[in-house]
Nanobody, 124 residues
């Protein structure tokens, strides 16, 4: 089993920044992919960003390209999501997810492990 714990959410004004962390523990594998998804009230959970464990491959949703950066700190088994130039429409619960594969995908059904989520609220 793999456990994922998110942290770093909070309330920020539009234009501000936050950094989310996803701590990965439990049975770890040499190759896995980690992604961030988000879900706003009344909306479907949507893909935000993903990275391979090595960091060689990354992918971003068009809505966050140029503003968000996903990165790994393998020694700490932690994946970060740096969020800059935040907008009110970024308000959502952000979830970390992992799959045992070198291939990163954007479809939530392909991820096997999920964290409990962390709330991000961006005020206008």
């Amino acid at each position: 089993q793999v456990q994922l714990v998110e942290s770093g959410g909070g309330l920020v004004q539009a234009g501000g920044s936050l950094r989310l962390s996803c701590a990965v523990s439990g049975r770890t594998f040499s190759s896995y992919a980690v992604a961030w998804f988000r879900q706003a009230p009344g909306k479907e959970r949507e893909f935000v960003a993903a990275t391979s464990r090595s960091g060689a491959s990354t992918n971003y949703a068009d809505s966050v390209k140029g503003r968000f950066t996903i990165s790994n700190h393998n020694a700490k088994n932690t994946v970060y999501l740096q969020m800059n130039s935040l907008k009110p429409e970024d308000t959502a619960v952000y979830y970390c997810a992992a799959r045992i594969s070198v291939v990163i995908v954007t479809t939530r059904e392909w991820y096997d492990y999920w964290g409990q989520g962390t709330q991000v609220t961006v005020s206008s």
